[in-house]
């Protein structure tokens, strides 16, 4: 069988080819084909999974054009070639052209399957790409409009938040000059900052303050060192660093020179560590002088330089770098990536390739529903390395505000720092909202916080006690983002939502697309759980090891089930992969977790699914009392019994002094003891 398809791409021919000429990407674009894995130097793995059948195979790269064309053969399984031809058909739009042939050999279903499933998603494929770049249709005046209104309400957000706002023509100039040096990038943010606002403090620290033009000079000065001591293009950088100035600084040096970065969970074991570096090919690890024990397994060859270290060494640093390197004009970089592990919460995590913002449109959507302003501190306790530490940073990079760090986490420092530096905003994990409310109300009155007009909240399940009593004793400022590594951001719930439905995990920003499906595909009715997919201009570009999420009409899962209430707000009710059938009757931790959670006594509480040989599998709660607090298994059964269906009850009921939990605030599940 042979199929023959073209499309326009709303995109130049060097975008279309990055993607094309790397298979590893393909799992965004074809539905049904889960993995696709470097196998060699031009050979590739794939799993293709569909109906069913699962069936695994190889493709080689027999011929590349750069920029014109790319062929693909198969070596393994159905004989599969497929050629990729592009050609620029005026400014910034690609025609692609994808010729397909498939012979299954007849040995079987499975190969079969194959066949038909490459021959039915082929122009899914072309339509995947275009979607990349939301083309827009000149048959479609209705497209159209929606991207002009899409754009048009991003500018209004950003003018409400005065990132759009009038400036001096010497300054506007320094900031075109930033923008098309570097585009919107973290270099780019910091040249754009030290045109706008050279004096302005972009980071304050246990070291003091840097300003952005002296973040901007220091930066291209280590980006120098960095080139001087071997680091080049294309090499892979780890940063293994809490949160200060050198996390910030390595990564904009290593953007500077078109050095990948993955940045390296603080939390790991030493085991995981080595793992991480050598599934990531990391040549270099930037790492704070307290981490040297985590890299005492780390493979042979990984160049070490010292971020921050107490006291003096005779190891390389990044302070050194700065001081003995030249600040001299650097060459036009290629493209980097920023990669970001997963929580790893069940194993060792994996890498997630995180896009390059197309536009100022993704930082829009958030800005829509989580009122920052331009200029303003802003306090970041959660982790830089994470997800939700790198959007702070990000965010802080378009509103040119200050990043007010701290390498650990304290709730009266915290405080002390909101009122010291007039914080506007402070990025946290929901663990660090409980920590604070646990501290003595004579610690916390001390500091005023009048100044804080957003407490953004994420990186794991927000309790809704949790998000209920903060807001009594701080006011009404905290919003609660739920998001994923992979997805970016799904919905934010605003302080008015928590308080009337706590728990929520709130709407959709604009320019994003949310729905709970079937296992169909087909969206389910209000109050019924179904799998969440999503869909913005951020959703990531696949994991290193050529593994993807499931796609369906554009939108990629979250891998959580949940439901939407008529009023439109999600609530989350758990991962997909964690509910536990007891009887034949399906049971969701998350909810007796948040049940628990508002128990009277209950400092915090898990919940999960454990063998049974009568009912299959049965409930377990691992339950952590407030201090003083005497509580007994049977209470514990009697409060879920009297909320809940009698399924939802745990037969288990552990205690514990703590949860065990990862840097980020989530329960390590595995870790927790057999009941």
């Not at 499309?7 to 674009?29: F, G, M, N």
């Not at 074809?30 to 695994?56: D, I, M």
């Not at 190969?111 to 249709?137: I, K, M, N």
């Not at 706002?165 to 098309?180: S, T």
Request: aromatic content about 6%; proline content about 7%; hydrophobic content about 45%.
């Amino acid at each position: 069988m042979r199929v023959a398809a073209r499309r326009i791409i709303a995109a130049p021919v060097e975008r279309v080819w990055e993607v094309l000429s790397d298979p590893t990407a393909y799992p965004r674009l074809v539905p049904g084909l889960a993995t696709v894995a470097a196998a060699g130097e031009r050979r590739y793995a794939y799993q293709l999974r569909w109906g069913g059948v699962s069936h695994e195979g190889a493709v080689e790269v027999t011929d590349a054009t750069a920029g014109t064309e790319l062929v693909l053969t198969g070596v393994d399984g159905p004989l599969v070639r497929a050629r990729w031809s592009l050609r620029a058909v005026g400014e910034g739009r690609t025609e692609v052209h994808l010729d397909l042939t498939c012979q299954p050999r007849g040995r079987g279903w499975a190969d079969a399957a194959t066949g038909v499933v490459l021959r039915r998603q082929a122009r899914r494929a072309l339509d995947s790409l275009a979607a990349r770049w939301r083309e827009p249709s000149t048959s479609s005046a209705s497209a159209l409009r929606d991207q002009a209104s899409t754009q048009a309400l991003a500018l209004v957000t950003l003018a409400r938040c005065r990132v759009v706002a009038p400036m001096r023509p010497d300054r506007l100039l320094g900031v075109a000059r930033g923008f098309l040096r570097w585009g919107l990038t973290p270099p780019g943010g910091y040249a754009i900052g030290a045109a706008r606002h050279p004096d302005r403090p972009a980071v304050v620290d246990e070291q003091g303050a840097v300003t952005f033009a002296e973040l901007d000079d220091r930066t291209t000065r280590l980006a120098n060192g960095l080139l001087g001591s071997g680091v080049k293009a294309g090499d892979r950088v780890a940063v293994l660093c809490r949160n200060h100035r050198g996390f910030v600084e390595t990564v904009v040096a290593c953007a500077k020179i078109g050095a990948h970065v993955v940045l390296v969970n603080t939390g790991l074991s030493a085991t995981q560590t080595a793992a991480v570096l050598r599934d990531q090919g990391a040549s270099v690890v930037v790492a704070d002088a307290e981490f040297r024990p985590m890299l005492a397994r780390a493979p042979r060859g990984v160049r070490r330089i010292i971020a921050l270290a107490e006291g003096s060494t005779r190891s390389l640093t990044l302070e050194g770098l700065v001081a003995e390197s030249p600040a001299a004009a650097l060459p036009r970089p290629p493209r980097s990536r920023m990669i970001v592990l997963t929580s790893g919460t069940t194993g060792t995590p994996k890498g997630a390739r995180r896009p390059e913002p197309p536009s100022l449109a993704p930082a829009a959507a958030v800005l829509s529903r989580i009122p920052l302003r331009a200029g303003e501190p802003m306090l970041v306790s959660a982790p830089l390395f994470h997800t939700w530490g790198l959007a702070a940073f990000q965010l802080a990079l378009v509103l040119g505000s200050t990043l007010v760090l701290h390498r650990r986490f304290d709730p009266v420092a915290a405080l002390r720092a909101i009122h010291e530096h007039r914080c506007t905003s402070w990025f946290v994990v929901p663990v660090m909202l409980q920590r604070l409310l646990e501290t003595p109300e004579a610690d916390r009155g001390a500091w005023s916080t009048a100044s804080l007009s957003v407490v953004a909240s994420s990186g794991s399940a927000l309790p809704g006690p949790l998000a209920v009593r903060f807001q009594r004793e701080y006011g009404r400022v905290l919003y609660n983002l739920y998001g994923s590594t992979e997805v970016s951001w799904a919905s934010i719930a605003t302080p008015d939502e928590l308080m009337a439905a706590p728990g929520t995990a709130g709407r959709p920003p604009r320019g994003t697309r949310l729905a709970v499906l079937d296992p169909d595909g087909a969206p389910v009715p209000p109050g019924r759980p179904g799998r969440i997919f999503v869909a913005n201009e951020m959703l990531f570009d696949g994991y290193t090891n050529g593994a993807g999420k499931e796609v369906r009409a554009g939108m990629m899962a979250t891998g959580d089930v949940g439901q939407l209430d008529e009023a439109g707000l999600l609530f989350v009710v758990g991962r997909d992969d964690e509910m536990v059938v007891s009887g034949g009757e399906n049971v969701y931790p998350r909810e007796v977790e948040d049940l628990l959670a508002g128990l009277a006594g209950v400092r915090e509480a898990a919940v999960v699914g454990v063998p049974d040989e009568e009912y299959g599998q049965r409930l377990a709660a691992y339950v952590v009392p407030a201090e003083g607090v005497d509580l007994t298994a049977d209470a514990v059964r009697e409060h879920v019994r009297a909320n809940l269906a009698r399924f939802s009850v745990p037969r288990d009921v552990v205690f514990l002094d703590a949860l065990p939990r990862n840097s980020t605030g989530k329960v390590l599940k595995r870790e927790l003891p057999r009941p």
